[in-house]
């Protein structure tokens, strides 16, 4: 009787651990699939796939929990033609197209109902349905720090980078959906014919 009731035990422990193993692999996957390579930065960040899966998962339930909505067609209509301008501007102005297209992604960020008063927050949210692009805001502001706090060493062609990383990031923001799925893969920053005309 004991020597049965002990294989039971065992048993159910096992089927309870393989349980838990399939639903932790799961959820991991889960978080690969919406985060993509964030997940793979996170992890390498953390240096603990676990301490990262826990930070992925508070990222998404914030997220969830912010009224992020889809941009009027008008709005994106206007969104759009502000963007052309900046970059109409940044041919003969870089530096100063480079601040107003951020600032231009933090009116749209807003109007879309995410947070925009901290740098690392508003990666964290973007992070959330804009996985594919966030890695394009961080390049762009990287950039952009550069610049600023080395009084203005950064070449035009850096500030040309930083212009189509934003890019990259705003056309995925004026996208139609809520930001709470993962989006399309955005576009390479390679070469952009808008912004190739150097300042002399």
Do not use: C
């Not at 159910?12 to 393989?18: G, N, R, S």
């Not at 909505?69 to 301008?85: M, T």
């Not at 600032?103 to 992070?127: E, H, K, N, T």
């Amino acid at each position: 009787m004991n020597e049965t009731l002990l294989l039971v035990i065992v048993i159910v422990a096992l089927v309870v651990l393989v349980g838990w193993l399939v639903y932790d692999r799961r959820r991991g996957s889960d978080l690969r699939s919406t985060f993509g390579r964030e997940y793979e930065r996170t992890v390498a960040d953390t240096g603990d796939r676990r301490a990262a899966e826990d930070e992925l998962r508070k990222r998404k339930e914030r997220v969830d929990g912010l009224d992020i909505r889809a941009l009027p067609a008008e709005a994106r209509d206007r969104y759009a033609q502000e963007w052309r301008q900046v970059q109409a501007r940044f041919v003969d102005e870089p530096r100063p197209a480079i601040d107003q297209a951020d600032d231009l992604i933090g009116q749209v960020m807003q109007d879309r109902g995410y947070p925009v008063a901290d740098f690392d927050q508003r990666v964290a949210d973007i992070s959330v349905g804009h996985a594919d692009v966030v890695e394009h805001y961080r390049a762009a502001h990287a950039i952009a720090e550069r610049d600023q706090n080395n009084e203005n060493v950064t070449d035009t062609e850096q500030l040309r980078q930083a212009m189509v990383h934003y890019r990259a990031l705003f056309e995925d923001l004026l996208g139609a959906g809520d930001g709470r799925e993962a989006a399309p893969p955005a576009r390479t920053p390679t070469t952009d014919p808008e912004l190739t005309r150097r300042v002399s």
